[in-house]
């Protein structure tokens, strides 16, 4: 019959107490007994993460071996879990359970310096960690994506290189001042240069400038004759009582200086009709059928204002046909180019701006971008003081006038 044991637990112990457990790495040890073990531990007993390391070493004849429970050598199974050793007293048959911790043996070789932990390579990206990665252990796909976008990259730098020394070549042509001066006025016309009337800056005549064509096609003038037959037939009293309920001001001075017989006077009808939609439809957010509806306009020019001066977008489930900011500065800029061919290409700016609703610096910066002369009438001596409007007129000079443009912009104001 087999002997049987009881097994009984330590009391407390300490750390001089702990059995040991070691594993040597290269091996199992045949001669076990001809090996010399040493323990050291950390003088530091005051660091509660240094007091508790330790380091054994085991010496032979011919190699030694050293283990610590600290450091990138060590089992990191020490601080998951732990381990317990059983020694059988054989008079009693009792069993004692003691605390164990495990030593990683390595071998030591004379003459070669252990290496230390490196730290991480903090110069690699997570892109390049990733694609470090992918070159080991990823699949033939991952491979060959990998492959493709490096070919890119190379490619892509290549391209900047050369971009790069073609911009230097033309900085040593140009010089740099040139260039951001160029810059400057490119910047400086900004969103203007997208909505002015299509422009011939080379043409020899003024009224060849801005083409009256670009502005009216001659089938869309010709659907103008109903509307403006109704406007050249206004009386003195009704173009009077029409300046009095504050209509568009630039439309009543061109009816009042309209030729008194003959096609110019159709004409100047006609283009003051046209004209009249573009001032209201300025002063509008949305545009509806209605709109059209009570100014008995034709279905050509409604297609065209609507295709020209609108954008369209949607609100509350449906399509609206809006005049942006934009859209604004686009009117002014027609209205105005009409204005300079009825009027012998000079136009009232003082009025123009009033009747699209915008600032006088609005005004006078479209004029600018369109490369107008602005010049103001002289005061006579007879004229009394704030009895006089001084409305500033702009007119079509060849050739063009080119303005500096101020780049400056405005400090704002910090809050504190």
Not at 153 to 182: F, H, N, P, R
Request: proline share 4%; charged share 25%.
């Amino acid at each position: 019959m087999a002997a049987s044991c009881s097994l009984v637990c330590c009391g407390e112990e300490r750390d001089s107490d702990k059995a040991t457990i070691v594993r040597f790495s290269n091996g199992s040890v045949n001669n076990a007994d001809k090996l010399d073990f040493t323990m050291y531990k950390s003088a530091d007993e005051k660091n509660p993460r240094k007091k508790s390391r330790r380091m054994m070493v085991a010496e032979t004849n011919r190699l030694s071996y050293v283990g610590s429970n600290f450091g990138a050598g060590s089992l990191k199974c020490n601080n998951l879990c732990k381990y317990y050793v059983g020694v059988l007293n054989k008079q009693t048959m009792q069993m004692e359970l003691h605390s164990a911790q495990l030593f990683n043996m390595q071998p030591v070789i004379p003459g070669e310096t252990t290496n230390a932990a490196k730290p991480p390579d903090t110069s690699k990206t997570y892109r390049d960690k990733v694609d470090s990665l992918i070159e080991a252990f990823g699949t033939n796909k991952q491979k060959r994506a990998l492959s493709s976008r490096r070919l890119n990259q190379v490619g892509s730098d290549t391209l900047q290189q050369a971009v790069a020394k073609a911009a230097s070549t033309v900085i040593d042509q140009k010089g740099l001042e040139a260039l951001q001066q160029e810059v400057a006025e490119t910047e400086a016309q900004g969103d203007l240069a997208l909505h002015l009337p299509p422009c011939n800056a080379d043409a020899d005549k003024p009224e060849n400038v801005y083409p009256f064509d670009d502005l009216l096609s001659p089938v869309e003038f010709e659907a103008l004759e109903k509307a403006g037959s109704k406007l050249a037939a206004l009386t003195p009293e009704e173009l009077q009582k029409m300046k009095d309920e504050g209509g568009c001001q630039s439309v009543v001075k061109r009816l009042e200086n309209m030729p008194t017989v003959g096609d110019a006077r159709d004409n100047t009808a006609r283009c003051a009709y046209y004209l009249s939609l573009l001032l209201k439809l300025a002063r509008q957010k949305s545009i509806t059928r209605k709109f059209w509806q009570e100014e008995d306009c034709p279905r050509i020019i409604q297609s065209k204002l609507f295709r020209t001066f609108t954008v369209e977008t949607f609100n509350n489930g449906r399509l609206q046909n809006m005049v942006s900011t934009s859209m604004r500065a686009k009117l002014a800029a027609y209205s105005l180019a009409l204005l300079l061919h009825m009027g012998h290409m000079t136009a009232d700016l003082t009025l123009l701006h009033r009747d699209l609703g915008i600032t006088e610096a609005r005004m006078t910066e479209i004029a600018k971008s369109m490369g107008l002369t602005l010049s103001r009438p002289a005061r006579g001596k007879d004229d009394e003081a704030g009895q006089r409007d001084e409305h500033r007129h702009a007119s079509l000079v060849l050739p063009l006038v080119k303005y500096d443009q101020f780049m400056e912009r405005r400090k704002r104001k910090k809050m504190h």
